[in-house]
């Protein structure tokens, strides 16, 4: 009994905070990008937490890489649930590339446009090479970014093939890729399977387990291969490699 007023309380204190900053940070949206342009990808990244507090998540960084993170990297990461596009932002800073259907989602929506996240449109052409020039901009002018080569949320196990495009920015900019793998451990729960969110948001606020773990590895330097098939071929086998420890 004692157990289940202290969750009640601590649920109720991260859904007030989290209320708190959302409406800070939406209003804030507002305001001129010259005024907001310092502060406000910080406290988005803060936000990202709260936002995995309120749902009671326990978020466990598990630093796999035996050198060093560079410094900018293009961040890649198996997609098994809606969590990530709040998990990802709160662990690393980046900007990171979306469906355009977020952009226009209420409130959310206007948060993520400004805190600098990119998005395009899957299935348009135009719109997938015009995400690649972006994300080439993005890492010019110093910014990491953020992606998932399976092209999409597609479940708890790996989706292949995957995508090249990110794999052809690799090439082109020199940027090491920085490789996390991402294992829910009530896999049912957190796994998207094209519910409504908001239902997905229930579902994961009153698992049983809400142990989630993000493994990072070791930058794969693009400059050791040839063409973005043999890079990406390379970082598919990665993750099927992980896959087969960490789910079967």
């Not at 908001?198 to 493994?215: D, E, G, H, P, V």
């Amino acid at each position: 009994m004692i157990l289940s007023i202290s969750y009640f309380i601590r649920t109720l204190i991260g859904l007030i905070d989290l209320t708190l900053l959302t409406g800070l940070l939406y209003l804030s949206s507002y305001l001129p990008k010259k005024i907001i342009k310092k502060w406000y990808s910080p406290v988005f990244h803060y936000w990202c937490n709260v936002f995995a507090r309120a749902l009671r998540v326990d978020l466990f960084l598990h630093q796999k890489n035996h050198k060093p993170l560079p410094k900018q990297y293009i961040l890649i990461a198996n997609h098994p649930s809606a969590f990530e596009d709040v998990g990802m932002p709160a662990l690393f800073k980046a900007r990171f590339l979306a469906k355009k259907e977020v952009e226009h989602w209420p409130i959310v929506g206007r948060i993520s446009r400004a805190a600098g996240t990119l998005y395009f449109d899957r299935e348009n052409k135009e719109s997938r090479q015009d995400a690649s020039n972006r994300l080439l901009d993005t890492l010019k002018a110093g910014d990491s970014i953020g992606i998932y080569p399976e092209g999409g949320c597609k479940g708890r196990r790996i989706y292949t093939p995957f995508r090249f495009g990110i794999f052809e920015v690799a090439i082109q900019s020199g940027i090491p890729l920085l490789p996390v793998f991402i294992h829910y451990e009530a896999q049912e729960s957190f796994e998207w399977q094209h519910q409504h969110l908001l239902y997905k948001l229930w579902m994961i606020i009153t698992a049983q387990n809400r142990r989630a773990n993000y493994y990072v590895y070791d930058a794969i330097d693009p400059k050791n291969f040839k063409n973005k098939q043999e890079l990406c071929h390379y970082v598919e086998q990665r993750y099927l490699d992980w896959q087969r420890r960490y789910l079967d």
